[in-house]
């Protein structure tokens, strides 16, 4: 992560654009990734979430909880 290029993220919606302006994709299909990951660092409660307390900056509050029924 050290070497990644602090730009990433107008590098992949300037692809992403590009991409579509050429045809190559269609911005009307959209796919969903719903790998749950362990979250790492401050905790953030979920009461807090609903109230709409975010305890710092940084966090995705796009983010949702989710359970693993095989790993718990």
Same mark, same amino acid.
Do not use: C, M, P, Q
């Given at each position: 992560m050290k070497t990644m290029s602090t730009d990433i993220k107008q590098r992949i919606s300037t692809m $992403?654009?590009?991409?579509?302006?050429? $045809? &190559?994709?269609? %911005?009307? #299909?959209?796919? #969903?990734? %719903?790998? &749950? &990951?362990?979250?790492? $660092? !401050?905790i953030? !409660?979920? %009461? %807090?979430? #609903?109230?709409g307390v975010v305890p710092r900056s940084g966090i995705d509050t796009d983010a949702r909880w989710g359970h693993s029924h095989t790993k718990g």
């Open positions: $992403g654009y590009l991409f579509v302006t050429e $045809g &190559l994709v269609d %911005s009307s #299909i959209t796919t #969903i990734d %719903s790998t &749950l &990951l362990k979250a790492k $660092g !401050h953030w !409660h979920n %009461s %807090s979430r #609903i109230k």
